[in-house]
């Protein structure tokens, strides 16, 4: 009888690699042996838990249901083991993170060389994303998200603040005037970001809570921060983003900051996002100590 434990350990990765002989190389298992080992734990339950191509792999119902469990013993598991050593205290094994694009290339990326010296034994697996993602369904181990919280049962530390900007550079204002009001941007080209629920519709808002809704128009949207950043230092027009997007042109000059008659939307923070287990991983913990230390004492 094929161990119960690896089959499920060879159930987790073959979701998250994509692929039964992925999966097995990260075990340590060849191919064939890495597919008995699902085959028998399929015939175990009595259920298909995935549908296997020659390109991919997808969860059925019931693999949907039980990879979930699945997730949770193995971590145990290796909780348990790590105790062993170290009392408990060593971070060991893969962490997987999602992080919004820009943001984690400009600041979660220059933080990792630290951390894997200080914590050689942990595997990262940054994924750089605007796009929403699943944390508990998608088998990440912490993701970070800027803006509001919805509700849900994840544990949540804020790391920071995350204020807007309305900006353009020197070079536009010069040859389009300076608005004063946040309805004079109406009569401007605004650079909107796509994946914002406003900005993407063409509406741009304003006041802490973002009562003040202000239709805009431009020739220019993306769904990324630095192509938007990009255009706007080229002169082609206004835009509405996070300081961690424009700071560094502020600084340097090469965009100005508008004075409004409104504040700017409250964009609601910086947070790290985990499971709400009863005490995270050591390697989970490792890095939100991380994260608390670089970003809390200053907003970005």
């Not at 190389?25 to 259920?47: F, N, Q, W, Y």
């Not at 290796?78 to 050593?85: K, N, Y």
């Not at 993701?143 to 536009?172: E, T």
């Not at 835009?239 to 424009?246: D, L």
Request: hydrophobic content about 40%; aromatic content about 6%; charged content about 20%.
């Amino acid at each position: 009888m094929l161990d119960r434990l690896t089959g499920m350990q060879m159930f987790v990765e073959a979701h998250s690699r994509g692929s039964l002989s992925a999966a097995g190389r990260a075990l340590g298992i060849s191919p064939a042996m890495a597919t008995k080992h699902m085959d028998a734990l399929e015939k175990r339950l009595g259920v298909k838990l995935l549908h296997r191509t020659t390109r991919r792999l997808v969860l059925t119902d019931a693999g949907r249901d039980y990879l979930d469990a699945c997730r949770r013993i193995v971590q145990e598991v290796e909780e348990a083991e790590a105790g062993v050593t170290a009392q408990g205290m060593e971070a060991v094994g893969r962490l997987r993170m999602n992080v919004p694009l820009t943001f984690g290339a400009r600041f979660i990326a220059p933080l990792l060389p630290a951390f894997s010296r200080r914590y050689p034994q942990v595997e990262v697996e940054l994924s750089l994303s605007d796009a929403q993602h699943d944390l508990m369904q998608e088998g990440w181990d912490l993701v970070i998200r800027i803006g509001h919280l919805s509700d849900s049962s994840l544990k949540a530390r804020r790391l920071g603040n995350c204020p807007m900007w309305v900006c353009a550079s020197p070079d536009y204002l010069s040859r389009h005037g300076t608005p004063q009001r946040v309805a004079e941007l109406s009569q401007h080209n605004c650079l909107s970001y796509t994946l914002s629920p406003l900005q993407g519709r063409g509406t741009w808002a304003f006041g802490r809570e973002g009562n003040i809704q202000v239709p805009v128009h431009g020739n220019l949207k993306s769904n990324n921060g630095d192509a938007l950043l990009a255009a706007a230092l080229g002169g082609q027009g206004v835009i509405y983003q996070p300081n961690f997007i424009v700071a560094e042109a502020l600084a340097q000059g090469t965009l100005v900051a508008l004075t409004l008659d409104q504040p700017m939307l409250d964009l609601g923070g910086l947070h790290v996002l985990f499971p709400p287990d009863r005490r995270p991983p050591a390697k989970v913990r490792a890095m939100i100590d991380t994260l608390v230390e670089a970003f809390a004492p200053s907003a970005h």
